[in-house]
């Protein structure tokens, strides 16, 4: 039948058209402010495609969102909002760099799994908490988990401050056995800080895409995302799959973390508010549908926007804020998603509307 | 006028759905100061008819008119304009307000925006005291008795100015004494000039406070009648029809032992009430035990307790001798069970997920569907085609979602997957609801097979013509017991609809016999 297939063309066609509605009022706003969105966005391209560097510092950029995007969306497959991949990520963050420095003497085939293993745990064991509480207290996962991010944002600074340093804001660099950093993929990509880390995030969304379509595990995820009570009656149980889809999903955040902890900044420090990345990639997850491969997509589109942001004040004159704005705006018209599928479904609807009254 | 003589009428009300006709050119005149009964089967219409009054649905075609005047209901709202006024069976309260706040909610009396409390309890004083519904407007809903919450409901309807109350179903939920308490309340109504329409399907309750009954039957105007000459059993008639039963072929059930047996089970529902109450039952195999029962007495926490899906408070089940209480659904499966869930949109379906993925929906976890985790969906696909082409199911093939598929067939994609594992206990709980003719007598025929290759198999069903049809023994279910076992071949609708409704045997059978009328069965009762 058409069901499935219009399904999936119908989610490409909504994402395409929600980055062009953001794009256009993006343009919008520059116009209006004074600023030329045509030199604006050939900046945003010239910036996130333009040569092998900027395209590597893109893919660099997109590397944790996608894995914050596959936490997200093995959540929201097994019915369970998390909001909580801020905290999940950041103590990911935390615990592979807390691991490196703690072990600076091991080789690299066993630090580095070690690291990118505890970044994943620190993720989990905070998303488990929520879990629990749901499946046991049926307590909402939005709350808690939104509560928990603060709480892992302080207790991270807490640690870095406290534990890790004497009283300083960012811990020292992690040793080279621990680095995710490539010198092959830098030197591929012109010199940027492209690192092994996308290769983890696409092997991760191969691995997620198998377990959720092609494993039982997966299959009961699914099915009690979708309907639990005839989960229930065909003998899953939801309170493990509750908890088992948060577990899967903050290892995946996580990891996301890791990424920048032992790729891209290759230490950690303290931050005044949540870095953002859990969020983003929400947005990432809702873009690409829910997809692994439409979250590669999107996370590479998101991660063009961050890098090739980074060169619309200079290139263009647009201010960084408007550039933040515009990225912005095209996050709003993808949670606004559904306005564009209304809209869609309401053109053919009044199609056979006038046909049916005329017969 | 003379039509003023009605306060509401309704006149060939027709409602489609689909290709499903709910309500076919019915007429419903109710006379001002009357209770009027709105009497039909399960299904029959009723509750379509009277969403259609209040507004929640638009009829098809046909007309209403309010005290003689066409008027046009799109919604509640504008019904509550026209003083009618709806007592939901389930209530529409909000559990954490107190008992006034409920009753002004969406109509609250405001002075610059501010909610004017005083004068709310000064006036819900006045009508509780008109018509004598005792409640306490400062306590809290949650922490009052459901009867008193019907009466807040009432109130409720009252405070905007009904003066037409549609009742649905409103005895379902109370205990005997709440039920006293309403009929004088509804008694009460009528006096000071309110009209009240009541639809239910108990007839001792309509013989006590109805003037007149409407009765419709699988969405058809049958006869409006006057309660006071008309009996119970001729009310029943009227209900159920006269049709000539069709009869599925069977021969002689061959009972052999004992596969399930429930012992005093009590299973209580979300108010923390006994559904099921100190309830025994035994099934054997080879024979098909029917269950009948109105709805509401407890015949879905009886099988969601077999099935694992509700709690057990007390007793014993035992499935081939081994205790299932409280067991998890997957181990029950296990031990030999089939279900046929009552809801199978709620339970027994993914909708979402494909055809072949839900007739994999038990058996998913075992080879060859799946090997070490990992799904074979190969053998699923394969798996299914197979079910799909034993079974009849009509559909473009295995991958589509199962919600592509019509009722019937969707059925019949359950029954195909619960047949196939052979249980040793098929549990069919209203297998037929909504189902085509044709649908219904492939499902009777599979059961009877079941039941033919030894297997027990325990039907429960609100339509006593597929109880008295598939059935080898028949238990009627009534206030979470089971009041009677009666044999199919020694009964029939009427003394089934008697005992059904909490007449003893002893008595069903004296009205049977002519030596006692259903009058004199219902004031034994008292």
Redesign the interface.
Known sequence: MTNSMNGKLKGVIVALLSVILGLVMGAVIMLVSGHDPIAGYSAMIQGSFGDLSYFGETLRQSTPLILTALAFAVASTAGFFNIGIEGQSLLGWLGAVWCALAFPDLPKFILLPACLIVGALFGAFWAGIAGMLKAFFNTSEVIITIMLNYIALYLSNFVIRDIITDGKDATPIIPDAASLRSPGLEQLTDYSRLHYGIIIAVLMCVIVWILMQKTTTGYELRAVGMNPFASQYAGMSTKRNIILAMVISGALAGLGGTMEGLGTFKNIFTQNSLPGLGFNGMAVSLLGGGNPFGIIAAGVLFGALKTGGLLMPTEAGVPEELVDIVIALIIFFVGASYLITYLLDKLPAKKNALKEGGE | MAEADYVIEMLGITKKFGDFVANDNINLQVKKGEIHALLGENGAGKSTLMNVLFGLLEPTSGEIRVNGQKVNITDPNTANKLGIGMVHQHFMLVDKFTVTENIILGSEPNKFGFINKKEATKEIKNISEKYQLKVDPSVVVRDITVGMQQRVEILKTLYRGADILIFDEPTAVLTPQEIEELMSIMKSLVKEGKSIIVITHKLDEIKEVADRCTVIRRGKYIETVDVATTTQQGLANLMVGRNVLFTTEKKAAEPKEIVLAVEDLVVKESRGLNAVNQLSLEVRAGEVLGIAGIDGNGQSELIQAI?G?AKVSAGTIKLNGQMINNL????I?QAGLG?I?EDRH????????SLA?NIA??T??QKPL?NH???N?KEINQFARERIEEFDVRT?NE???AS?LSGGNQQKAIIAREIYRNPDLLIAAQPTRGLDVGAIEFIHKRLIEQRDNGKAVLLMSFELEEILNVSDRIAVMYEGKIVAVVDPKETNEQELGLLMAGASLAQAHAVEEGKATAEEVTTLDK
């Open positions: 099935t899906l998890p659904p997957r181990k499966t279900h869930p709620k339970f027994g379906l993914i909708l979402p997920m993925e929906l038990q998913y976890y799946s985790g990992f799904l969906y473009a991958l589509v979602p592509a």
